[in-house]
């Protein structure tokens, strides 16, 4: 008797657009109760996401950072932080100018704000951020890293576009009037992309910009001229990962040299100028300065380091910085970000960028106890 066969048919491809999130292969390759059971549990999922429950999971979630956060601002310390009122969320670096008893700080969204310190201050005490400078012509651009040349009566401003890496510069105020005394175009021919970051001077006026981007050195003339550009291969480690975040915090050293710190990779280098820009890595024991950024010279022998978290460390040499080791580490608050340091009356400020509250922003310069 002849055997009647039988067709085993596909099941019917389910309409189109309903299964989108499943793959090609996993529809050929599945029957239709897994298909079917799958999308059960995907309906489940978008009824718990749509759930009163989940709304009250998210609130949690959410309100744990947050409750961190207000117990840190309002922890006591046995230190002391200046705090003030911003105009901006974004505070890149610090520094204490005592003739005018005032704080100025670099905008990230540009521009320079001024926090005036009165003398009978109180530690309960608010201050308040007023801006001094916000140039027109370079909207876009942030104001990074600055640095006092007080025997010229000038503020020096590292100025660049931190998002498309198109605009580095150096612009230099008058400390009295805020005047412009130049501004110089540091990026290079042909599109190349760079960041300046932080600046230093020297006894004679001449700046030293450092390029995050592309981890060289730009020299510029007491009057704007850019003089030269100081590379190296000691400025670039062997991963390249390192090289996304390079050269960043400089600082002049009385006898005739720069200290400059690599970000990622931590790296200390001594830059003499005597010796045809000689550089060496400093070997740093307790190093290295992972995400070291900005750096305070606060006696020939001692450096400070504004890195992350510990947010501050202390680095002694005393053998004219051919190494040197951390001696102090300071932890600040873990929900700012330390990135320069200053010196108010013998003691060692650390700006962090980041403030907080609306509409008005908290910012605040936290004592490093050595």
């Not at 718990?48 to 922890?75: G, K, M, N």
């Not at 003089?227 to 050269?247: I, Q």
């Not at 710190?261 to 307790?286: C, M, P, Q, R, Y």
């Not at 890195?307 to 600040?332: M, Y």
């Amino acid at each position: 008797m002849q055997k009647k066969q039988i067709k085993h048919q596909q099941p019917a491809p389910p309409p189109f657009g309903l299964y989108l999130n499943l793959s090609f292969f996993s529809y050929f390759d599945s029957t239709t109760p897994i298909i079917t059971h799958i999308a059960v549990k995907e309906k489940g999922m978008a009824l718990w996401f749509c759930s009163a429950r989940f709304l009250v999971f998210l609130f949690i979630v959410s309100a744990l950072p947050i409750a961190y956060i207000i117990s840190q601002e309002r922890a006591k310390t046995d230190h002391h932080v200046f705090h003030y009122h911003s105009s901006g969320f974004f505070r890149e670096c610090a520094k204490w100018e005592d003739q005018g008893r005032r704080f100025l700080v670099s905008f990230l969204e540009g521009g320079v704000g001024e926090i005036h310190v009165p003398q009978n201050y109180t530690r309960d005490v608010v201050l308040q951020e007023v801006t001094v400078v916000k140039d027109s012509d370079l909207t876009g651009n942030a104001s990074n890293g600055i640095t006092l040349d007080r025997p010229r009566n000038r503020l020096l401003v590292a100025v660049a576009d931190v998002l498309g890496n198109r605009y580095s510069g150096l612009a230099a105020y008058d400390l009295s009037t805020w005047k412009r005394l130049f501004l110089t175009n540091l990026s290079g021919p042909g599109g190349e992309k760079s960041m300046a970051d932080d600046v230093a001077v020297d006894a004679d006026g001449n700046a030293y910009v450092t390029d995050v981007k592309g981890s060289k050195i730009w020299k510029v003339g007491v009057d704007g001229e850019l003089l030269s550009t100081l590379t190296n291969p000691l400025f670039t480690p062997k991963e390249w990962y390192k090289s996304l975040l390079g050269l960043n915090g400089i600082a002049y050293h009385p006898d005739g040299y720069l200290i400059v710190i690599h970000t990622l990779s931590g790296n200390l280098f001594k830059i003499d100028l005597a010796k045809g820009d000689e550089v060496k890595l400093i070997e740093v024991a307790g190093g290295p300065l992972a995400f070291g950024d900005g750096l305070e010279l606060i006696s020939p022998t001692k450096l400070v380091v504004a890195a992350g978290n510990p947010s501050g460390r202390l680095v002694e040499s005393t053998d004219g910085w051919e190494t040197a080791s951390v001696v102090a580490k300071f932890k600040g608050p873990m929900h700012r970000l330390a990135t320069a340091a200053t010196v108010k009356d013998g003691k060692v400020y650390l700006n962090h960028m980041f403030g907080m509250g609306y509409p008005r922003k908290t910012h605040a310069l936290v004592e490093f106890v050595l």
